[in-house]
């Protein structure tokens, strides 16, 4: 199957700091990238569509300003969260959407301290 | 706004018991499909289903779409402690979206 990839997979940093997740297609080229989160032992809320070349679509509540997303090429998707905060630490999935299928990466544990 | 309720959140269980795991809508998929996910990792995908009335099996599990792609079950036969993790139904909305259920936390005890 498609292999989805994220970087880095565990990040903790003081709050106030900006933290950038990366997120690549690494056989297939996905012009529609998602990006979830996700709390313990709950389900994932998706958070923003990313497409290749413009701008990304956030669902309701999601602050675009708090949460960065660049698609800058169709197989690299980056989510950046700003000025983060303890109540961001939380794991962060991303997608990508390719064969008529969403392939999941690994996902990142942001701990904010 | 499109909603999957998915039943039950939660399921402990003997080695070697049956388990259903139901998701139902009031709105239509175009497809639906079932994940697990391992503490720490993404959501793996399992099967997707597509024609209603559909019936999918693999190996133990046996993944059914409703005849009006409303509804699905994830069946699983004789469950071992290495089916333990978080099973999760996604329906496809058309628009590329996956609307995903509140997921099912699975615990096989030996």
Redesign the interface.
Known sequence: ?AV?S?HPSRVICKSGTSVKIECRSLDFQAT?M?WYRQFP??????MA?SNEGSKATYEQGVEKDKFLINHASLTLSTLTVTSAHPEDSS?Y?C?A?GMD???????T?LTVL | TQLLE?SPQFLSIQEGENLTVYCNSSSVFSSL?W?RQEP??????LV?VVTGGEVKKLKRLTFQFGDARKDSSLHITAAQPGDTG?Y?CAGDNQG???I????T?LSVKP
């Open positions: 199957g989805v994220q529609t998602f032992k709950k389900s994932l809320m998706l569509t794991f999935i997608s959407s299928t969403q392939y999941f990466g690994p996902g544990r | 998915q499909q994940y720490g990792e993404g959501p793996v995908l997707t978080l999760l590329g979206k996956l995903f259920g509140q997921g936390e």
